[in-house]
Structures are given as C-alpha cells and as structure tokens.
C-alpha cells in the first residue's frame, strides 16, 4: 500500500539552530498537509501545499512541495523552544479519499 | 466558534463496559473524523464521515460503532474493548470531504485506558 515516510525520526537542535525535516512518498500525491504536535496536545494544522514546486512561508517555517508531488519538507529557521513538538506532514491521496500521515518527526530544542 | 471539543477527556473502562466518546464542532464542516493514536505513533484513521453518512470504514473491529446524530456531532460506541485498545482517541473535522480543501481540525481527544 502506500506509505508516507518522514526522516529524521528525532532531531535534538540547540536553541538557535535551524532544523528540516523530510517527507516521501511511495505515490504521487493530490496535496500535502503539515501538522504540529505538543507533547500532550493534539494535532494542529499548519498548511497545506497543492502545486508541484510550491514554496510557502510562515515566519521562521518554510515548507516546500517537491516538482513530483512525491516529497516534501519543513525548515525552521533559528529554531525556539516554542518550535518543541511531533512534526507530521499527511498526504493527500490521488484517488482523494484519505490522507495517510507520516510516522513524524519529534523536535527537542535545547535551551 | 473554531475548536472541536470532546468529552470525556480521560476514561478508564473495563473490558465489559459500554461506553461512549463524544465530539462536537459548530464550524459548519461537513467531514468529521476518528482517529486512533498511540504514543508516539501517527494518528491512525479509523472513520470518516462526509455529510453525516459514514464514507470510510478502515477495517475497524466491530467494538468500535461510530455515529454521526447530526452535522455537528459525531459518537463512537465501545462495547467488550481489549486492553491493546487503550489509546488516544482524537476526531477531527474538515470544510469538505477530502476532494476539495480538506485540513483538519483536531480535538484535544479522549485519553482511553482499557483495564
């Protein structure tokens, strides 16, 4: 089946630092979604990207959509303890009828 | 009005208890959403329903029984759960079903343990 892979699976950063996580998959993918998640919180939504080669901005967060719609990745920049948390990106599938979610990528940011 | 809410937010429950998780959202969405998630795994999709009408069903076992009363609201049912369901049970809704813009708005979950 198709599967959605995310490296690294932990990443320890000192505060300042930047950081990147990557996101694969085994198919082409419709769309793909970028969430956050506190250690005892839930998943937070943070943005989707739809475009082959699409680039957004949030602040210190870039995330980029490969030119195959089979990749993705986060970067933040100067990374702050607020940054602390479960990265997942979600898949959208062609045949649009679920999203498959990473195995994710847990940030610790030293003080 | 932009959250989801579930209740209860912890339940502990015995192998032969029936017992039932709650989920509302006045967002206006017309998706909603089970996931199943266990420690430091990725949520796991277990129900999806688009305009109040279940559209996917991952195989769950049949102790689990979703139920979407209404629009805004969305239940599962537990009947005769194993210890190995003990998880963290987390709904979600989206605008739309999955063709059209579809991120999804989690809950703050139901923290399951099954004794």
């Known amino acids: 089946g198709q599967q959605v892979m995310q490296i690294p699976q932990y990443q320890h950063v000192q505060e300042g630092e930047d950081f990147t996580t990557y996101c694969n998959s085994s198919t082409t993918l419709s769309n793909i979604q970028w969430y956050k998640q506190r250690p005892g919180g839930h998943p937070v939504f943070l943005i989707q990207?739809?475009?082959?080669?699409e680039v957004k901005k949030q602040k210190r967060l870039t995330f980029q959509f490969g030119e195959a719609k089979k990749n993705s990745s986060l970067h933040i920049t100067a990374t702050q303890t607020t940054d602390v948390g479960t990265y997942f990106c979600?898949?959208?599938?062609?045949?649009?009828?679920?999203?498959?979610f990473g195995p994710g990528t847990s940030l610790s940011v030293i003080p | 009005d932009t959250e989801v809410t579930q209740t209860p937010k912890h339940l502990v429950m015995g192998m032969t208890n029936k017992k039932s998780l709650k989920c509302e959202q006045h967002?206006?969405?017309?998706?909603m959403y089970w996931y199943k998630q266990k420690a430091k795994k990725p949520p796991e999709l277990m129900f999806v329903y688009s305009y109040e009408k279940l559209s996917i069903n991952e195989s769950v076992p049949s102790r689990f029984s979703p139920e979407c009363p209404n629009s805004s609201l969305l239940n599962l049912h537990l009947h005769a759960l194993q210890p190995e369901d003990s998880a963290l049970y987390l709904c979600?809704?989206?605008?739309?079903?999955?063709?059209?813009?579809?991120?999804?708005?989690f809950g703050p979950g139901t923290r399951l343990t099954v004794t």
């Open positions: 979600a809704s989206s605008p739309r079903p999955l063709r059209a813009s579809n991120e999804q708005y």
């Open positions: 990207l739809v475009k082959s080669g």
């Open positions: 967002m206006g969405h017309r998706a």
């Open positions: 979600a898949g959208l599938r062609t045949s649009y009828d679920k999203v498959i």
